[in-house]
Nanobody
Framework: VQLQASGGGLVQVGGSLRVSCAAS????????VGWFRQAPGKEREFPAA????????IYGDSVKGRFAISRDNSNNTIYLQMNSLRSEDTAIYYC????????????????WGQGALVTVSS
């Protein structure tokens, strides 16, 4: 499975941004997708994941209530809507996929996209 993240950019504190992850190749499903992020000088962190159906999601504590993950299997795209952005949300956002249900540990994901840079300025 190839993953392509897009939609990163510069946004002010309190603003919103949506990043997308386009999946291609491999069998059509079922695969879960997780978003991970890595800020400069920090370890990679888990913000969100969604199962194949899109009905079951999980979020990291730092983004609960602000971020929303969703997917459109008709065009093999997964979205991460980010609202009420903070400076600490600045990071490279990576999407990753795995066959079966979602997980929160990056080691349990098999396929990774190249990342999209999100910068939140104050």
């Amino acid at each position: 499975v190839q993953l392509q993240a897009s939609g990163g950019g510069l946004v002010q504190v309190g603003g919103s941004l949506r990043v997308s992850c386009a999946a291609s190749g491999g069998r059509s499903g079922p695969y879960a997708v997780g978003w991970f992020r890595q800020a400069p000088g920090k370890e990679r962190e888990f913000p969100a994941a969604v199962d194949w159906s899109g009905r079951h999601t999980i979020y990291g504590d730092s983004v609960k209530g602000r971020f929303a993950i969703s997917r459109d299997n008709s065009n093999n795209t997964i979205y991460l809507q980010m609202n009420s952005l903070r400076s600490e949300d600045t990071a490279i956002y990576y999407c990753a996929s795995r066959w079966g249900n979602w997980r929160t540990r990056q080691s349990e994901y098999d396929y990774w996209g190249q990342g999209a840079l999100v910068t939140v300025s104050s």
